[in-house]
């Protein structure tokens, strides 16, 4: 054999012995627990939904993925930074929802892009709000009420969870969509608005469907529509609001997942892998649908079909937020 083509092939096995070093790596991955930070505190709905998917993609990784709660500051802001600051090794990624990766960059000037800065994994779900009303109010029905607020500028009192949150900017879109004006009423979180609304306070209020359902279901207040262009599967009594006649009355707190910019493709094409495993399990789907948390379609669940989702939202978003001059505090 020449000497020539005797050194090439002992440089092409010397090459198939010892891969290159990124590959290496993104075979062997994960080889230790994946981070999974939720900027929000425990007990809450995102970490929940967090939980559920860190124990199902605990099987399919091999590793655990551990919850981390980072809250604090603006609507989730110290999470999401902390996760675009993270080395791209892929283990450490996090969940957010539409307020903490769409509504914050209208409100707050932050400190990282949330496009640039972050690597789309997945859209996990999509989680409509519910605009109900206190048993007092004549209106019967959508129509009905947007009526009585057109008859009535300024005297309905609308609740919320807070500057910025998902209920202040459905009742600023309410406004966009149907021309009335609305009194807000601003509280210091969920808890405290409803309770408002038990008493009286307020008049109305745009929560999400856990909190609100069980009230319903009792009959303590009246929903009059969900914000989504279909019926809720956990509620397919309560219609649209295109139904009640305002068109286009669509908002969902919906949650995704995203590793730091510049993660190796290997590794989120993995960690996506392991996401839609877990949106597909039988006992995930159960756990995320009695929540009211509706799985995402197979398109959105891929890091490009979710890339293009969120840059919608944000481009849907931001001028109607800038528009309401809603500001954080």
């Known amino acids: 054999m020449e000497p020539s083509r005797r050194r090439f092939l002992q440089l092409a096995a010397s090459a198939a012995a010892f891969p290159m070093p990124g590959v290496a790596r993104a075979q062997a991955y994960p080889a230790r627990p994946i981070s999974l930070i939720v900027p929000f505190p425990a007990g809450g709905p995102t970490d929940f939904i967090a939980r559920v998917l860190a124990e199902r993609m605990r099987a399919s990784l091999g590793q655990t993925v551990v919850i981390e709660n980072t809250s604090g500051a603006a609507n989730g802001s110290v999470g999401v930074g902390r996760l675009a600051r993270a080395a791209p090794d892929g283990y450490t990624v996090g969940i957010g929802h539409w307020s903490s990766n769409v509504v914050n ?46 008859a009535n500028p300024g005297k309905a009192l609308m609740g919320t969870a ?38 009286g306070e307020i008049d109305l209020l745009c929560p999400q469907p856990p909190i609100v359902l069980p009230l319903v279901n009792d009959g303590k207040i009246r929903p009059y529509a969900v914000t989504a262009l279909k019926r809720m599967a956990i509620a397919p009594e309560i219609p649209t609001g295109e139904e ?51 799985i995402a379609t197979r398109e959105q669940q891929t ?20 528009a309401a001059n809603i500001k954080g505090a």
């Open 105 to 150: 960059g209208a409100i707050y000037s932050l400190p990282y892009d949330l496009l640039k800065d972050l690597e789309p994994l997945a859209l996990l779900t999509t989680n409509p709000l519910v605009l109900v009303g206190k048993n007092a109010l004549a209106a019967k029905n959508l129509q009905e009420l947007v009526q009585w607020m057109k």
């Open 303 to 322: 890091p490009e079909g979710f890339r293009a989702f969120q840059k919608a939202e944000i481009e849907k978003w931001w001028p109607i937020i800038k």
């Open 162 to 199: 807070g500057v910025g949150s998902p209920n202040h900017i459905a009742a600023a879109f309410l406004e966009r969509l149907t021309g009335v004006k609305l009194q807000l009423v601003h509280y210091r979180g969920g808890a405290p608005s409803m309770q408002g609304l038990l008493t």
């Open 244 to 294: 009640g006649g305002v068109a286009d009355f669509d908002l969902s707190v919906w949650h995704g997942l995203w590793a730091p910019k510049d993660t190796p493709k290997p590794i989120v094409g993995k960690l996506n892998a392991s996401i839609v495993e877990a949106l597909g399990n039988a006992s995930v789907r159960k756990s995320l649908g009695d929540s009211g948390q509706e």
